[in-house]
């Protein structure tokens, strides 16, 4: 495998409140190859939302990551980086795309004004010396951003421009989002359940769309989403996220054919799907609460194979076939 | 054959879009700006069975469970329940028999309510016997699998899950003959979403009821129904049994939705068929087929005549100039 563009070490983040601590995250591991698509899943709370903004560094301040995490991208430690390195980290090397484009693009300029903000960053940080007030630097920054627009499928770019988020749909605006997030050509794209807002319909579009323009651009993403049949579409890996931590992480499609952990396989078997009896597989009870401090296998109460041992140390990540990799104590 | 629980015939809902105060005889404002929510909708449910409405957002769906139930006044149209004519004065009679569970269990509930006041209240509007109210609330709370240390939790207390085994218990404890479902499970996780579809499945095998079951999720609704009903902009455009409608669909818009689910397996991205453009606009939508500007089979005659409900097939339905062929 090749230098991996994103590693994530151990980490571990805790959310500080007025009600006490919750622990989002702890000790994810994993790692993105470049060029590389990876699907990360899990339910609500797991901690995949989380693991994105500590990445991109947008954590809110009541969040603490602890000692001992490491982020490294390129190689370098996201997270002993200064707010200045981080600011020229965000956008030319890892961009965002998050879930419900209404709240997520800004509600009083029009698009172009949105759009070539970023391509005018990207342009200044590519060439210090470049005027950006210049009428001309400022044409050509309106025309990047009409080619983006044409180039993400947005009809008649050149007056999508001048509207505003409320005058697009919802696959529009997430159009317009995918758009600024490559605008400044990233390595890594951080896609926080990019489609979950969206119709059917319109998120075949939007997923073809993406995994065409990521492979043309070259880039690296990390594909958040609570659906597993999402992921499986443009995934070249996927990851299973419980409670705070990696359960597996296997390569597609394997890890929907032969499936090992059994969370992962609860998970897949609970989906209703053509042929399905008609009760559904069910994972009895609920996921454990963020408040409790985490101690051993986060998944042993729900555990259909659960033993006295899950109760100790919490399993590590074992690889148990090429690129298989697990974290329970049956492998 | 089945008796028939509930038929609704030519069900509309307009609403007005924008412009003046105010409303003539019929309930719309005169400005010429209509939404036509629910435009001319016409289904029969069986007792016991479930029929599935599935479409994408803003089709009308909830307009039309909403209407079906006189929760909102239709414009026009025939709602029967067990043979008489449903009206909006008569439904506090008729209530108790056809309650609903709604999509978000965190707004739906009253967060100053406990739970056991919550599935009690209904009751109170079929009789005032307390000591018996009190008993069937606790059996409710068995059934629906939460357990006596529940039943003085305030909403916030409970998970989604919780929430919506409470919703669905508030809705079952008038021991309803139809409940309309509207989307009970979207705002739940995968796992959760099983748990709450098991039990509406185990209740309608104990108490014979009937489901007017509304998602966007197509493999939900195939799970959870004996027939299907695809919405599109207002208009029932395809109809027939679970099987028959996901795997012969005859509307292209029915092809494509089915094509658009993700599967587990990666699709072949040319098996997929990319639906064309943008929703248009409810508001006084064009004549013709309201699919016809984004058909890729579309002639002539779909822009000028709107396409009726026939049948093509045994309880299959379609309304479609040119129903297309799917063979394979």
Redesign the interface.
Known sequence: MPEPILSVRNLRLVFESMRGRFHALNGVKLDIAPGEVLGVVG??GCGKSSLALATIGLLPSNSRIMNGSEILFNGKNLLSMSDGEMELVRGTGISMIFQEPLTSLNPIFTIGDQLTEAVRIAAIRRDRKLDATKRSAKEEFKEQGVSWLRRVGI?DPESALERYPHEL?G??RQRVMISMALAERPALMLADEPTSFL???????I??LTASLVRDAGASVMMIS?????V??ISDRVVVMYAGIVVEDAP??EI?EKPLHPYTQ???S?????G?A??????PG?PPSLRDKPHGCPYAPRCAYAKEICNGDTPKLKEVSPGHHVACILY | MCAELLRVEELKKYFPAKGTLFYNESGVRETGHIVHAVDGVSFSLDINSTLGVVGESGCGKTTLARAVLMLTKPTSGNVYFEGQQLSYRMMKQVRPEMQIVFQDPFSSLDPRMRARDIVAEPLTVVSKQNVEAKKRVETIFEQVGLSAEHLNKLPNELSGGQRQRLAVGRAIVTRPKLVVLDEPTSALDASTQAQILNLLTDLQDQYHMSYLFISHNVNVVRHMSNRIAVMYMGKIVETGTGEELMTKPRHPYTCTLISSVPTLNRQDPDKVIEIKGETPSPINPPPGCAYSPRCPFATSVCRETTPRLEEIGRGHYVACHHPTNFNN
């Open positions: 339910e609500s009809p749909s696959g529009m119709d059917v319909t319109t998120q075949a579009q997923l073809r609570h659906d597993l049949a999402v499986a579409q597609v499609p929907y609860a998970l897949l609970c989906l209703p799907r053509p399905a008609k009760r559904l597989e069910m994972i609920a």
